[in-house]
T-cell receptor, first 113, second 115 residues
Framework: AQSVTQLGSHVSVSEGALVLLRCNYS??????LFWYVQYPNQGLQLLLKYTSAATLVKGINGFEAEFKKSETSFHLTKPSAHMSDAAEYFC???????????FGSGTRLQVQP | GAGVSQSPRYKVAKRGQDVALRCDPISGHVSLFWYQQALGQGPEFLTYFQNEAQLDKSGLPSDRFFAERPEGSVSTLKIQRTQQEDSAVYLCASSLAGRRDTEAFFGQGTRLTVV
């Protein structure tokens, strides 16, 4: 079964600083990869997805992620953090032969003023 | 409504009680998923429907968990004889097509607390 590892359960950055949230996956076949954001008491919202087209994927709210097969990584970045980016971020992989998503354990992003 | 709607938003159940959680997916969405999200964890897959057919129920943790989608739209997740370990947020998601790359839209979830 495929799995997803998110390094760092909590990340704190200053407003205006670079955001880097790490995600590594385990798969022998290039998977489909997703980043979701969850605000308090809300459902998950798709930020971006990789589906074997361009390796650099741009999403909503200024986020982007780069698929690196050699590193089995799909890290999420944003050049300049905003207070409104404070939320929980989940990396997920679509398993081969299944429709379900396998999620990482999440990274809570805090943005300090 | 335009999004996935779940009810109730909060449910407190006494241990041993049966509960039913409802999901109204986005109209026309073929695929419907249920996930369980424990506190501080990522969502974990429970079951998947394509229209009214339950194609994957490999994530259901025990035979106390049962899901149905009889007419291919609204779905109900039922938990019989609830236990404390069932306390979690139950998320429903729907997507337009059955492909792996199709975006899934999530509801706000039902927070179940078993006391």
């Amino acid at each position: 079964a495929q799995s997803v590892t998110q390094l760092g359960s909590h990340v704190s950055v200053s407003e205006g600083a670079l955001v880097l949230l790490r995600c590594n996956y385990s798969s022998s076949v290039p998977p489909y990869l997703f980043w979701y954001v969850q605000y308090p008491n809300q459902g998950l919202q798709l930020l971006l997805k990789y589906t074997s087209a361009a390796t650099l994927v741009k999403g909503i709210n200024g986020f982007e992620a780069e698929f690196k097969k050699s590193e089995t990584s799909f890290h999420l970045t944003k050049p300049s953090a905003h207070m409104s980016d404070a939320a929980e971020y989940f990396c997920a992989v679509s398993e081969t032969g299944r429709r379900a998503l396998t999620f990482g354990s999440g990274t809570r992003l805090q943005v300090q003023p | 409504g335009a999004g996935v709607s779940q009810s109730p938003r909060y449910k407190v159940a006494k241990r041993g009680q049966d509960v039913a959680l409802r999901c109204d997916p986005i109209s026309g969405h073929v695929s419907l998923f249920w996930y369980q999200q424990a506190l501080g964890q990522g969502p974990e897959f429970l079951t998947y429907f394509q229209n009214e057919a339950q194609l994957d129920k490999s994530g259901l943790p025990s035979d106390r968990f049962f899901a149905e989608r009889p007419e291919g739209s609204v779905s109900t997740l039922k938990i019989q004889r609830t236990q404390q370990e069932d306390s979690a947020v139950y998320l429903c998601a729907s997507s337009l097509a059955g492909r792996r790359d199709t975006e899934a839209f999530f509801g706000q979830g039902t927070r179940l607390t078993v006391v």
